[in-house]
């Protein structure tokens, strides 16, 4: 399974149904003389900065010297199926709530792939992913 996070939220917007994140994340592209400038924006828009060090923070990643601009024409999603699968195990109510929206606008899901993956996933984590997705479906109509 991937574990950036971020990937499996740009899937719901193509599997799913887009919703409001509790946070943003924000890359400002300036090199370290602008930090100064970024802090003080930050704190009059009152953000919350998530590093205790903002400079200590910008000179070690600081990275893309000689970074070129590039027009990105494809970007790879995870499928349908494993981003209901990858909802299902997680299992928090956010994600079960995800899984009824992508059912209901995908039409063509591989449901024996899913069930052979919740039913892998089942032994490993001793908990019943299979009967959860059953339900879920017999929720919605299908």
Sequence with gaps: MIKNKKIWEQAVLVHGEPRLPKDIDITV??????????LKIAKKLRFRLFVLDPEKFVK???????????KI????????????IHKIVSGRERNIEDVKKIL??????????????LKNFEVILEENLVQKFL???????L
């Design 104 to 117: 209901i606008k995908n039409k063509n899901v591989d449901f024996d792939y899913v069930l052979n993956w």
């Design 60 to 70: 070690e990643t600081v990275a893309l010297k000689r970074a070129n601009k590039t």
């Design 29 to 38: 592209g300036l090199n370290i003389n602008g930090l100064e400038k970024i």
């Design 135 to 141: 339900n879920l479906k017999r929720e919605i109509g």
């Design 73 to 84: 024409t494809y970007i790879n999603f995870a499928s349908v199926e494993d981003l209901i």
